[in-house]
């Protein structure tokens, strides 16, 4: 491995899926200033995170269904004013 290119901060952090409320420890750099007491009661630095390998459609085989119509119809109305 190249000598000073790898982050001085490597250590255990517990990443968390705020969707369905699982977390995992593993080794990271990841920057964050919350802590939560872990299993094994030590404290590590919490990642919280939108989706997970237990969140995720392509893992799990079940397909969320999003509002794109309603996403859309919020775009047109904000920018209609700017149309030519």
């Not at 409320?21 to 007491?37: G, I, K, P, Q, R």
Request: net charge neutral; charged share 25%.
């Amino acid at each position: 491995m190249k000598a000073g290119i790898h982050p001085e901060d490597y250590r255990l952090v517990v990443f968390k899926d705020m969707t369905n409320d699982y977390a995992f420890l593993c080794h990271s750099s990841a920057n964050t200033s919350e802590t939560v007491t872990w299993e094994d009661g030590n404290e590590y630095p919490l990642v919280k995170l939108d989706i997970s390998h237990k969140s995720h459609p392509f893992f799990t085989g079940i397909v969320q269904f999003v509002d794109t119509a309603g996403r859309i119809d919020k775009f047109n109305n904000r920018y209609a004013k700017y149309k030519k």
